[in-house]
T-cell receptor
Framework: TAGITQAPTSQILAAGRSMTLRCTQD?????MYWYRQDLGLGLRLIHY???????GKGEVPDGYSVSRANTDDFPLTLASAVPSQTSVYFC???????????FGPGTRLTVL | AQSVTQPDIHITVSEGASLELRCNYS??????LFWYVQSPGQGLQLLLK??????LVQGIKGFEAEFKRSQSSFNLRKPSVHWSDAAEYFC???????????FGTGTSLTVIP
């Protein structure tokens, strides 16, 4: 079982460009999440989805959008990247909101 | 609002020594509590979790944590640290009725020989 996969592993992006970070899980979990991890700030929730077809905003949603067309996929889109979005992005999933979350390996994004 | 505080940014211990990582939470009801570990360049791995029942919970890799409601704490312990335990450790709380985790800012553990 692969668990959660994320792509790409890393990316350098010019400011102003758009990009979609991909996340796929094979555990049939209802809930999925996107976090960013920055030094000294821990993990901060960007967006979440409790079930396919629904999404919600987390702590730092500005500049990001998500969609949840099906159970397995939860892409994160940066419409017009800015340098402050340089970070490591983690996707996670859980079978219920309060249960443990399983994390992907992360995507390291650098916006120049 | 829920929050998690890990007061120690960085801890250094000698291999074989005991370890305690502190975690305090703020939440009005019974929380769901978790400890995760992150090795360099990796994602987060669950060490242990507390939902209810026995306040001392055992996890993987020889770790344990104790839930103390009176102190709003969920400290992580290990009797004898191994060099491979060097990593970043995150405490997290989830609301019973919610759908969000709240992570602490993490404690970086260095193990010296």
């Amino acid at each position: 079982t692969a668990g959660i996969t994320q792509a790409p592993t890393s990316q350098i992006l010019a400011a102003g460009r758009s990009m979609t970070l991909r996340c796929t899980q094979d555990m049939r979990h209802n809930a999925m999440y996107w976090y960013r991890q920055d030094l000294g700030l821990g993990l901060r929730l960007i967006h979440y989805s409790n079930t396919a077809g629904t999404t919600g905003k987390g702590e730092v949603p500005d500049g990001y959008s998500v969609s949840r067309a099906n159970t397995d996929d939860f892409p994160l889109t940066l419409a017009s990247a800015v340098p402050s979005q340089t970070s490591v992005y983690f996707c996670a999933s859980s079978d219920r909101g309060q249960n443990e979350q399983f994390f992907g390996p992360g995507t390291r994004l650098t916006v120049l | 609002a829920q929050s998690v505080t890990q007061p120690d940014i960085h801890i250094t211990v000698s291999e074989g020594a005991s370890l305690e990582l502190r975690c305090n939470y703020s939440y009005g009801a019974t929380p769901y509590l978790f400890w995760y570990v992150q090795s360099p360049g990796q994602g987060l791995q669950l060490l242990l979790k507390y939902f209810s029942g026995d306040t001392l919970v055992q996890g993987i890799k020889g770790f344990e944590a104790e839930f103390k409601r009176s102190q709003s704490s969920f400290n992580l312990r290990k009797p004898s640290v191994h060099w491979s335990d060097a990593a970043e450790y995150f405490c997290a709380v989830a609301a019973y009725t919610g759908n969000q985790f709240y992570f602490g800012t993490g404690t970086s553990l260095t193990v010296i020989p």
